[in-house]
């Protein structure tokens, strides 16, 4: 059975911005410039050119900003704020936006800090053609953190601590590969994830992995990729 087509997308955007102070102390992450307009609106752009106007939107620092200027912005995206009155991390930001979620099969995950020039249509035709849990972009780009695959894409484990930890299928042919933020989850995640906490999703990733899923990485080394998170970026 094919995977769905993905109609509905999650910007995650609560983030402090510690890295862009001092542009955040007085913005959230995602209306700091870039490009000419705030940074989300790149992100939205893209969604919106790849047939994505249901857009779900976590807030946090600065929250009251991202209300008042998502009242008065124009559009015809269908755009629904979360507010998190504590910040979640990645995987309670998407544990906490499940009933927003649930009349879709499948959604896109996209980081409000990431500019990248990646196909989502593309990237929604190698998701379809899986029957995985979740699909994530990576690349190979230095990194702090790499996630760990098999020579088919699958993912299996990643780093810790500079040491490989595997957690899927062992293989004896890997590569490491980076993160890039943007994944399409299907909503059958949310029987896996049952905190109520701030969490991270990567090591859910893994957990989920140790339950014989299967979570596929879509490479996209060579594609422009960018992390605005960093001031030198802007």
């Excluded at 993905?6 to 910007?11: E, Q």
């Excluded at 990237?123 to 702090?144: G, M, P, T, Y």
């Amino acid at each position: 059975m094919k995977n769905p087509e993905v109609k509905k997308a999650f910007i995650l955007a609560a983030g402090l911005g510690t890295r862009l102070k001092p542009l955040t102390e007085k913005l959230p992450k995602a209306l700091v410039p870039f490009k000419g307009k705030p940074m989300i609106e790149n992100v939205i752009s893209k969604l919106n050119r790849a047939g994505i106007n249901d857009i779900l939107i976590n807030t946090h620092h600065h929250a009251d900003k991202m209300e008042e200027y998502f009242a008065n912005r124009s559009g015809n995206e269908n755009i629904t704020l979360i507010h998190e009155a504590q910040i979640l991390g990645t995987g309670g930001a998407i544990k906490n936006a499940e009933k927003h979620l649930s009349d879709t099969e499948a959604f896109l995950v996209y980081n409000t800090d990431v500019d990248c020039e990646v196909d989502i249509g593309d990237f929604f035709d190698f998701h379809s053609c899986n029957n995985a849990i979740a699909s994530l972009c990576v690349q190979e780009r230095k990194s702090s953190r790499y996630l760990i695959c098999n020579e088919k894409g699958a993912l299996i484990g990643r780093t810790e601590n500079g040491e490989n930890a595997i957690y899927g299928i062992k293989s004896d042919t890997i590569s490491k590969k980076a993160f890039c933020g943007i994944h399409i989850i299907n909503t059958k995640i949310f029987k896996y994830l049952n905190k109520n906490e701030n969490f991270d999703i990567i090591p859910e990733y893994m957990s989920i992995l140790q339950k014989n899923e299967e979570i596929m990485t879509y490479d996209i080394s060579g594609i422009y990729w960018k992390d605005l998170g960093k001031l030198q970026n802007l």
